[in-house]
């Protein structure tokens, strides 16, 4: 497995091989990291947007919807502390890790 | 019962004090938090009584010889803190954040048995008192609170997501000590550059001594009761932790004869008064989550951190010590755990973390992630505590000098910070405190010595003067028969 530390103000998108994973702070504050392609026909997940009433992730293309509680307990293990997260992707620890920063349109409140 | 419901209650008092009594007027839901049990104004009353006990007075000496069971805790200011709120990070270290880890400490060690090296008739009144019920269920009241007062910043500072796999897990931690085995220790860095790398050295060996010389108590409470094969296993560190029962192999014994050769005392808790905040936190943090055995997994996960980062921290101190006091120092308490960490590592994660684990589910590893955590955010806080208390004491040319120029303006009124005259006396009890912000001394009659450590003071005569740097630990000491000395609050004294 891959461990990667980085600031979440800096970045919020990870790309390893052919996975992409994207930052997302939850109504409650938590911040989780989510595979970017959704379960149903590969949506890219970062693009779809936030249901305030419902209270989930709803993807771009067939609006798949992602609640609190899936997201919370599918993401991937992270560790928020003061100004830097830890993350521990299940891929091999030589693969090339890409960090950039998105505009995150599934974000609560973006 | 309901919320009108009404119980009398009568805290047992303190031998020497006014038995405390008064009524419980909350609903039982209430009453399943002990922090809550009782409104702030009443807590600060139990805090107050427990500080009042005769046993906690300030002494006059600096150092405590061979009486574990006198702590004293600063009552004075004890009093003007309010212990109902928790602390954020920056606050963490602290002059109330001192004061409940002091009670803490106190509180936490009413278990483990402490006794003198000699003249034990004449510390029997301290001894039982110490050990007394009185003192025990005062402790106990009080200490959820002041938990919550100096750890629940935790909380907010970590936060752990995610569905975690032992794997994960494993990956984590190996990262970590990876990290840190490719590190240089800050610490001792700044140790070997200090101007008297002997004193700081010193210094670093009386903090370690706070948890050091009662080695492993904490994790004893770990092994009691039954569950399995775990317990077991996890027996086996404590064990040699304490040598097997070989007494020269005790890891306590072993610091004793480090303390011995750095000049230093090796009783329980004679430099109390200068135990930093953060290294009363370290301490008390082991005790926090192994006495409370909800967070039994909080502290697996701590134990497995440390034993697995220890090694490389040990090997570096006993490089630093050997440079600093030559072949004459034994560092054989940190050689042995450089070696015996490296297993004690493996053994906590593979042989107590992942058979929990496996027994128990995935759903226990966010709070041993959580434990693992917690312990190097407060690891960082003692090593930055101890790298500016080292930088402070360094210093001292420099903060006479700048308080000069800040002196001056006060005097022709450019600067008219809030200030507070003292008149003392030689025989006054020794303390030690730290200030929430930067403090200007300023002896106007008298001799004074500003103590900035066990074997460091700064001396100050009549129109002497002296910044005291914020969260920094410090005491004072009339030299002369008696001297007035004015302290002024400078918030951060750069900005003066």
């Known amino acids: 497995m891959l461990v990667v530390t980085f600031d979440p103000e800096q970045f919020n998108f990870i790309t390893t091989g052919e996975q992409s994973y994207f930052l997302l702070r939850l109504p409650d504050g938590s911040l989780v990291l989510y595979n970017d392609c959704c379960d149903h026909r590969g949506g890219p997940l ?16 067939h609006a798949t919807k992602y609640s609190e509680k899936v997201l919370r307990t599918h993401a991937t293990p ?33 | 019962m309901n919320d009108s419901d009404q119980s009398s209650f009568t805290v047992a008092a303190p031998d020497e004090t006014a038995a405390l009594s008064g009524t419980i007027n909350q609903p039982f839901a209430l009453m399943a938090l002990p922090g809550k049990l009782w409104q702030p104004d009443e807590m600060k009353r139990l805090i107050d009584l427990y500080a009042s006990r005769p046993i906690f007075d300030d002494s006059p000496e600096w150092l405590i010889r061979d009486n574990p069971y006198r702590r004293p805790i600063d009552r004075q200011s004890i009093q003007q803190f309010d212990f109902s709120k928790a602390l954020n990070k920056s606050a963490s270290l602290g002059a109330s954040a001192l004061a409940a880890h002091r009670m803490l400490l106190n509180i936490y060690e009413t278990d483990l048995i402490f006794l003198p090296d000699k003249n034990f008739e004449s510390k029997r009144d301290d001894f039982s008192s110490y050990y007394s019920n009185d003192n025990k269920l005062l402790g106990e ?71 050091f010389l009662t080695e492993a108590s904490a994790s004893t409470r770990n092994i009691l009761g039954k569950y399995g094969e775990i317990q077991s296993q996890f027996f086996k560190i404590v064990i040699d932790d304490y040598g097997y029962g070989v007494h020269p192999a005790k890891h306590s014994t072993l610091y004793e ?119 190097q955010v407060l690891t960082s806080l003692a090593d930055e505590d101890f790298i500016a208390q080292i930088a402070f004491g360094d210093a001292a040319g420099e903060l006479k000098s ?60 009549r129109g002497e003067v002296m910044i005291v740097r914020r969260q920094r630990l410090y005491g004072t000491s009339v030299v002369s028969e008696e001297s007035c000395y004015r302290v002024y609050d400078l918030g951060d004294y750069r900005s003066c």
């Not at chain 2, 938990?147 to 931690?173: C, P, Q």
């Not at chain 2, 034994?330 to 042989?351: K, P, W």
């Not at chain 2, 403090?439 to 074997?455: F, K, M, N, R, S």
Request: glycine fraction near 4%.
């Open chain 1, 46 to 61: 970062h693009l779809g947007h936030w249901d305030d009433v419902r209270n989930c992730l709803v993807c771009p293309w």
């Open chain 1, 78 to 110: 992270l560790i928020e502390r003061s100004n830097h997260v830890t993350v521990v992707l299940d891929t091999p620890p030589s693969t090339q890790v890409r960090l950039v920063k998105k505009t995150i349109l599934a974000q609560p409140n973006s």
């Open chain 2, 141 to 211: 009241l009080i200490r959820p609170t002041l938990e919550a007062h100096v750890f629940d910043f935790l909380n907010d500072e970590i936060d752990v997501t995610g569905k975690w796999s032992l794997e994960a897990l494993r990956s984590y931690l190996q990262a970590l000590v990876t990290k840190h085995e490719q590190s240089e220790l800050e610490m001792c860095s700044v140790i070997l550059a200090s101007p008297d790398p002997q004193r700081a050295c010193r210094a670093l060996m009386v903090q370690l001594a706070c948890d």
């Open chain 2, 257 to 375: 004869n480090t303390l011995a050769t750095c000049g230093l005392i090796a009783e329980a808790h004679a430099y109390w008064k200068f135990y930093l905040t953060s290294s009363l936190a370290l301490s008390n943090y082991y005790h926090y989550v192994s006495r409370d055995h909800s967070k039994y997994f909080k502290a697996i996960g701590a134990i497995a951190v440390a034993e697995s980062m220890f090694s490389h921290t040990c090997r570096k101190i006993s490089q630093m010590m050997r440079t600093v006091f030559g072949k004459s120092v034994d560092t054989y308490y940190f050689d042995e755990h450089f070696h015996i960490d490296a297993h004690h590592g493996r053994m906590a994660f593979e042989h107590v973390v992942a058979p929990a684990i496996a027994r128990h589910g995935d759903k226990v590893i966010p709070d041993i992630v959580r434990g693992m955590e917690e312990l």
């Open chain 2, 402 to 461: 700048a308080a000069q120029r800040i002196h001056a303006q006060i005097l022709e009124g450019e600067l008219q910070p809030t200030a507070t005259t003292h008149l003392e006396t030689r025989d006054q009890s020794l303390v030690t405190r730290v200030s929430d912000q930067d403090q200007l001394y300023a002896v106007e009659t008298g001799t004074l010595d500003l103590v900035l450590g066990p074997d460091q003071t700064a001396r100050l005569g």
